[in-house]
């Protein structure tokens, strides 16, 4: 075991962590169809500024929670991204961040017993089948300045780490002890959760005050001047520092757990047409991500640093300044074969009545694999309908994530002994499938398709998938027993590996 799992992370450091850029294929239905087998369906669920958490105990946080995932579920959502980390405070235990103000109220107040939530969800979304991404601001430490710090918050032990800028406290991103210790945070969780993604949004330089100039003039004169950047580089220099970053935190994931992915949602604009010597930009008039904010996210994503990318597309169709088709298009011409995911806003989108609009031309795109809506609540709310019309059109099968190739790219064995039997629950169908928490190459979850008895097996048609379960058995919808049907299982890993053919069972129902 521990010799497969080395071989498994050297070979992923080896490509990983390559000075040559990558390029990664993504496996993919034909844009003919109308819905794909694979997809990824994600949802943001944000915590900072969210006011209701302090107000829970334990067990109405739960049964909330509870009701979110099954609703989110019946929605074909498949990934949930919660924020356990909005201002270098924690929404799980940690002896290295204290416990958020947005979960309790109060800044290093424990909760009651000290509900762990964030080991709560990872274990309710994987009983659904639905990953948990770990949503994580990287430098942000007070969003405006007048959060009150526990005794314990890093702030107190080296002030001399941190800005303040437009009345924001923040990590200075240039000092190599502000990335030393994210990094830190990082493998905190991902050695101790069973997280299934990292993943950071937009946040990296603050987005620019007018008329404010970002105080780093201490970090730029002890690093950057003494690699040589000169003051009309410090642009460059800053880019440099999250380049550093970003690096580091995927080498610190696959030193950790090398099938724990990595994922970034920036900012919708790269940048700009008209600021790019080459006229490589999008047509677009905004705020740029290369520019402004200092994130440049295809050079880590030519890099392998990243394993999706989720710009954030949140503007209409036909917007003047960000035009939504102008830039998926964009976005999809640019992947250099990263796994791209578009980040939906679904209060902008349904207020504009977009959503088909949307859907169709982003599932009409070559590379384009999937989206996440923004926030996770507007759909709990079924904000103009839009949860109906997940459920009813764009979600109407189950979805696998798109597989991660590029990470490792070999099926598990096929499941053995399939069989049916009665059980007291009633008429199941089982099998038996060799498991680890540890070794991600082996089976993690299955899909089971159900086909009539004269039927073609077609596997690639996911409105043959009768279920997606982490469980090696499922309880047959019998009914008179003069039906023939046939059942065919398959193995997925850790990386959305799945089996080609599976095991096949003729049964009458």
Request: charged fraction near 25%.
């Amino acid at each position: 075991m521990y010799i497969k799992y080395l071989r498994l992370l050297l070979a992923i450091l080896s490509i990983a962590m390559s000075s040559c850029s990558t390029v990664r294929e993504i496996p993919r239905q034909t844009t003919g169809q109308k819905e794909a087998k694979r997809e990824f369906r994600g949802a943001w669920i944000q915590t900072a500024f969210q006011g209701e958490y302090k107000d829970m105990t334990p067990s109405q946080m739960k049964k909330d929670f509870i009701r979110k995932l099954n609703y989110l579920q019946n929605c074909g959502i498949n990934a949930i991204i919660f924020q356990i980390r909005p201002e270098a405070d924690a929404f799980y235990k940690s002896e290295i961040e204290p416990w958020s103000r947005f979960y309790t109220g109060e800044q290093g107040k424990a909760p009651a017993g000290n509900f762990d939530l964030m080991a709560f969800l990872i274990k309710e979304c994987h009983k659904r089948n639905m990953e948990f991404h770990a949503w994580l601001n990287p430098y942000r430490v007070s969003t405006a300045g007048n959060t009150k710090f526990a005794d314990s918050h890093i702030y107190y032990r080296h002030p001399e780490w941190f800005v303040t800028y437009n009345k924001q406290i923040l990590f200075d991103p240039g000092l190599p002890e502000s990335r030393q210790f994210i990094c830190r945070v990082v493998r905190d969780i991902v050695t101790r959760y069973d997280v299934d993604a990292i993943h950071m949004d937009d946040y990296f330089y603050p987005y620019p005050a007018a008329g404010l100039s970002f105080p780093d003039d201490n970090s730029f004169y002890k690093y950057g001047l003494r690699k040589g950047y000169t003051e009309a580089q410090r642009n460059d220099w800053r880019r440099e520092n999250v380049n550093k970053l970003i690096k580091e935190i995927k080498r610190t994931i696959l030193l950790s757990k090398p099938w724990v992915r990595f994922g970034i949602s920036p900012f919708g604009i790269y940048r700009n047409k008209k600021n790019t010597p080459d006229n490589s930009g999008s047509e677009t008039n905004g705020l740029q991500n290369y520019d402004d904010l200092y994130a440049d996210i295809l050079y880590w994503v030519k890099q392998g640093w990243i394993d999706y990318n989720m710009p954030q597309i949140y503007w209409e169709i036909g917007h003047p300044a960000a035009d939504y088709i102008t830039l998926i298009k964009w976005w999809d011409k640019n992947t250099n074969g990263s796994h791209l995911y578009i980040g939906q806003d679904v209060a902008r989108t349904m207020k504009a009545n977009e959503l088909t609009r949307k859907m169709r031309y982003e599932r009409a795109l070559p590379h384009v694999s999937g989206n996440c809506f923004w926030p996770a609540n507007e759909i709990l709310w079924n904000n103009k309908g839009v949860a109906d019309s997940l459920k009813r059109n764009y979600h109407r099968y189950p979805a696998l994530i798109p597989a991660y190739t590029h990470m490792h790219n070999r099926a598990p064995q096929e499941v053995k002994k399939l069989k049916t039997e009665w059980t007291p629950q009633g008429y199941m169908l089982h099998w038996i499938a060799e498991q680890s928490e540890t070794n991600p190459e082996l089976a993690s979850y299955f899909v089971i398709y159900r086909f009539d008895d004269k039927e073609p097996v077609d596997l690639s048609n996911p409105a043959k998938i009768a279920a997606i379960t982490r469980k090696t058995n499922y309880l047959l919808p019998y009914n008179d027993g003069k039906r023939k049907y046939r059942y065919i299982v398959t193995a997925v890993d850790r990386f959305h590996n799945e089996t080609k053919k599976g095991k096949s069972k003729k049964v009458k129902l």
